[in-house]
């Protein structure tokens, strides 16, 4: 398939194996600084567990890697994750170390910074668009900056709450469970059983044992020395996030460009690109710096994506409107959504709009985790032409099967006879050229779940 990138060929016991960290957390029951909140609601959350989530949930099979502790909250955490339909036998119950646990003040996550491990809360003001948009100074590659973590969705807000005054968020993950992972207790059979293997940034920030063992994961291709079947495509999540790193062993920015460069999909925002590399000049620029990975898809946040593969010209995909409740896990549903695009052998640019509706559905919902829309209801809209597609606003319980309204002047999808390519850039190639900024309708719009 042209432009589509590296596919899945093989069959082994499951489609994408996630490895990372998920941690139990609590929610506070009315907004407020953690010295006043009088409550808190238990949930959970970790990038590496929500892609595996919202793959299962989306019917394909995962598996999610881990260590947590023989406590409660592992019981939790485990318990939870299997719920939604993903494999969890192979996560190793830790008898001597915790599960990690952190606490968000207001439902949001603190955009800006995060607090080293086990240290006081970070505050920071809320962004409308989702986690974090970088801003500040440009560090060289492999200096440490306090910018946020990455531009998550590559989707447009049309409303979105009220930001709050004060955030605090408090992790509880120094000596965890899952910090203890290496390659000695994680069996190399147990990650590389699926067509692809997640892996994100954060689990290299954790600790030495946990950067030891990305880098098996990512350098180490089974195939590539003894001539056997190859190993899982690597997916990896750069994930930028600050205040981890200002603890662990070895400059960030270096890191994480060490692991892209051996992954055969990467996922990395603008901004993070900017903070972790000092890399500026938009997708193209981005390309230019990491050349290796297979496909590198590029987020802009609120304009969209771009997606390159291999020499080709990127492919950019437009931001989707919607009505924001919650900006918290949406870039862990945009990768899954392109994931589950890639295990089906889907155009790019077809992948970037499953990613696209992916985060939407849960930037409409509370929580990290949300019902994907079902794939018949996903296919239609992703099969809309590029006037439709635009003109799309999507509202809480679209995903849940509300039936899309077309209205005037936006056309249904494409038909084989329309003689355009799948793989088209809008306008005249370049990023956000039609995309509207304002939020506001032009009467020309699909509004779904509104």
Known sequence: MTGAGPTVTTTPETDVVCLGESMVTFLPSRPGPLADVPSFER??????????CALARAGHRARWV??????????HLVRTIAAHGVDTTAVARDPERPTGIYFRTDGERATGTEPAIGSESATGSESATGPGSATGTEPAIGSESATGPGSATGTEPVTSPEPAPFSEVVYYRAGSAASAMSPANVPPHAARAGHILHLTGITAA???????LLRTLTSARPAAASGSE?????????????GLWRTAPEPGGQVLGELARHSDIVFVGEDEAAAAWGVTGGPDAVREALPEPAVL?????????????????????PALRVDVVSPVGAGDAFAAGFLAGTLRGLPVRERLRHGHLSAAAVLTAAGDLAAPPAREAADRLVALDDAAWEA??????????????????????????????????????????????????DGTQAEVGA
């Open 230 to 242: 190859p190993g899982p495509l690597v997916s990896f999540d750069v994930n930028y996030r600050v």
């Open 206 to 212: 954790l600790s030495a044992d946990c950067l030891a």
């Open 66 to 75: 881990s260590r947590v502790g023989t406590d409660g909250f592992g019981d």
């Open 43 to 52: 949930t959970i959350g970790g990038a590496e567990s929500n892609v595996a």
């Open 297 to 317: 898809v590029v987020k802009q946040g609120s304009l969209g994506a771009t997606a390159f593969v291999g020499e080709s010209a990127g492919v950019f995909a």
């Open 392 to 441: 799309l606003r999507l509202g809480p319980g679209w995903s849940a099967g509300t039936p899309p309204r077309t209205l005037p002047g936006a056309r249904g999808p494409k038909t084989a006879d329309d003689g355009q390519s799948g793989e088209g850039q809008p306008g005249d190639g370049q990023p956000g050229d039609d995309q509207r900024g304002d939020g506001q309708s």
